[in-house]
């Protein structure tokens, strides 16, 4: 099993900013994609950046490119989230997730992790 605790989240201005970090611990991968996704009220799961454990790659969703940046430290066994210039609509709960990565499938997705964190609110006022 993995555990993934989510943490950073609050209540900050429009223009603002936050890093969200997920711990993770348990099980490990030979090579681990860690994503994170956000919710908003009303709203489905949403795809907004993931990296892969060895080689650091990361890939963003295009909402959020230029202000979002993911990042990882090894030696914690944590990812990151820097989370710049905040508007109002991204107001969610941020979720981190993990699974063993492979190239055929497309993390984008998410049935494509299939282990998640608690998630952590991010509430961004205007």
């Known amino acids: 099993q993995v555990q993934l605790v989510e943490s950073g989240g609050g209540l900050v201005q429009a223009g603002g900013s936050l890093r969200l970090s997920c711990a993770a611990s348990g099980r490990t991968f030979s090579n681990a994609v860690m994503g994170w996704f956000r919710q908003a009220p009303g709203k489905g799961r949403e795809f907004v950046a993931r990296i892969t454990w060895s080689n650091g790659s990361t890939y963003y969703a295009d909402s959020v490119k230029g202000r979002f940046t993911i990042s990882r430290d090894n030696a914690k066994n944590t990812v990151y989230l820097q989370i710049n210039s905040l508007k109002p609509e991204d107001t969610a709960v941020y979720y981190c997730?993990?699974?063993?990565?492979?190239?055929?499938?497309?993390?984008?997705?998410?049935?494509?992790?299939?282990?998640w964190g608690q998630g952590t609110q991010v509430t961004v006022s205007s």
């Open positions: 997730a993990t699974d063993q990565f492979f190239t055929y499938k497309n993390y984008d997705r998410v049935r494509s992790y299939a282990y």
